[in-house]
């Protein structure tokens, strides 16, 4: 063989040689595929998925299984930078996102989530910082507290108000002087100051919402110190805004009595309906003059305010409220709502004066009417409520006959059973339940067979009704029944 010819062969098997050495290093050293990008509306999607998991996190899914006798190296799996897991997408890049899964870990409520949120805390976006606030007020972990207490100091006043807010949803009672003193600082600002009392827009001006979610707070942690020296000079409050009536009334102190006058007598339909719910909380007598003069007709009050000052009255049992609200209860000029009020309360006060009015009144075309005055005469006196219950024939209108079985269970029972026993057999399965209740109120005798038979009715609410008096009353035999039910009960919630 010549020397050209051995020199060509060699050189082929080098190339050969070469080749196949290139391709094993190149098989054991390939890049990995490039991360696939991860849309707006697939992080969003996740988000959603993991809420309602109540999951922090999605499990990875197994690696692909290798074929058989694969030499080909193992790569270490590497978490991306966004996936499925709520710790990660709260450090997304976009802030949009770092606010909803702020919020999301907030609604799962797994105490892992914790340190994320309070990371979140520090972030550059104030709308992710309130959510982040927001959002560890939603969990309610007390550890969270240290972390949120900076936050009233926060450049942004919505930060600081949700701050404030989370603080008062824990019950982190420590901070309650913070949150005054932020409270205080904001009643006297411009934003504040000019805001009208019934004015409920939103979003309000930042400082005016970060307002009344410190208020909010004051009242969640039962802060009636820091809550005055916010909101009041002396007994007179700084702003007539609702957010400090609705504050002072849900503080439920005497002391915010004066200031709850005060606000009584000022414009707004929200402010002054707040305060009247307050003094009627508060029992205090020296608030029925003003409340009655909000039912002159000269008052122009409106109906929430004069709805709150009908129940206040009745709450205050003044016995000087009686015949206006008789007054008001018989015009028919009234409107409907203000007249039922009104009977609800001469009922509840045992108004002597307002009994002819009802007892005719349980002749009323109205249906609510009709079940009012029933209720009314029951409360004012049994034994006229006996003497009309003779005289009526089964109402036509099944809101009343359903009325009517709850208040023979405050008759004596010879008087009522006989009465109860037949209006299970009503033509409309509605009043069923409140038959049955005022059965079990009753003691009635055989109950327990009533129950269980009814346990078995084709109507979803009579049976529903029945459980739950099985489980009051813990007869024998109960604990099966009610697990036959159950299995009955299994088609309808899958055709709901």
């Not at 805390?121 to 507290?145: K, N, Q, Y």
């Not at 439920?252 to 007598?265: I, M, N, Y």
Request: neutral net charge; proline residues 9%.
């Amino acid at each position: 063989m010549s020397r050209l010819s051995l020199h060509a062969r060699f050189r082929t098997r080098r190339v050969a040689v070469g080749a196949t050495f290139l391709m094993a290093v190149g098989c054991a050293s390939a890049p990995p595929p490039p991360a696939p990008t991860i849309t707006h509306d697939q992080k969003m999607a996740w988000m959603l998925q993991l809420e309602d998991q109540r999951l922090l996190r999605l499990p990875p899914p197994p690696p692909p299984p290798e074929p058989v006798g694969s030499r080909r190296r193992r790569v270490a799996q590497t978490v991306p930078a966004s996936s499925p897991d709520l710790t990660i997408l709260v450090r997304d890049a976009d802030p949009r996102i770092r606010r909803r899964a702020a919020l999301a870990i907030g609604r799962v409520k797994l105490s892992s989530g914790v340190a994320p949120l309070v990371s979140t805390l520090a972030d550059a976006d104030p709308d992710v910082r309130a959510m982040a606030a927001f959002a560890l007020g939603l969990m309610g972990d007390p550890s969270a507290e240290s972390a949120l207490l900076p936050l009233l100091s926060d450049p942004e006043p919505l930060v600081r108000g949700r701050a404030a807010d989370a603080l008062g949803a824990m019950g982190a009672k420590g901070a309650a002087e913070a949150i005054g003193k932020l409270a205080g600082e904001l009643a006297r600002s411009g934003p504040v100051a000019a805001m009208a009392p019934d004015d409920e827009s939103w979003p309000a001006a930042p400082e005016a919402e970060a307002f009344k979610l410190g208020l909010f707070a004051l009242v969640r942690l039962r802060a009636y110190e820091p809550l005055a020296t916010a909101v009041l000079e002396g007994n007179r409050p700084i702003s007539t805004w609702w957010p400090v009536a609705y504050a002072l009334q849900r503080i439920e102190d005497k002391r915010a009595a004066p200031a709850l006058l005060h606000l009584l007598g000022t414009e707004g339909r929200y402010t002054r309906a707040f305060a009247a719910r307050g003094l009627g909380a508060l029992r205090d007598a020296s608030a029925a003059p003003p409340l009655l003069a909000l039912l002159e007709p000269s008052a122009k009050s409106g109906l929430e305010v004069s709805v709150q000052a009908v129940r206040a009255l009745a709450q205050l049992n003044a016995a000087e409220a009686a015949e206006p609200l008789v007054r008001l209860a018989g015009d028919p000029s009234t409107h409907p709502n203000l007249r039922l009020e009104a009977i609800t309360a001469l009922g509840a006060m045992h108004a002597d004066a307002a009994l002819q009015l009802v007892q005719d009144l349980v002749s009323s075309e109205s249906p609510a009417m009709r079940s009012a005055a029933l209720r009314a005469v029951a409360a004012i006196d049994q034994e006229s409520f006996v003497f009309v219950l003779a005289s009526l024939e089964p109402d036509r209108d099944w809101h009343v006959r359903s009325t009517l079985a709850g208040l023979l269970a405050q008759l004596p029972a010879e008087i009522s059973l006989d009465r109860l026993r037949g209006m299970l057999q009503d033509d409309d399965k509605r009043v069923w339940p409140a038959v049955l209740g005022a059965l079990v109120r009753l003691r009635a005798p055989g109950i327990d067979t009533i129950l269980l038979e009814h346990l078995k009715e084709a109507d979803f609410a009579v049976r529903a009704s029945a459980a739950g008096l099985l489980e009051e009353l813990k007869p024998a035999g109960a604990a099966e029944a009610l697990r036959d039910a159950y299995k009955a009960g299994l088609p309808d919630s899958a055709s709901a």
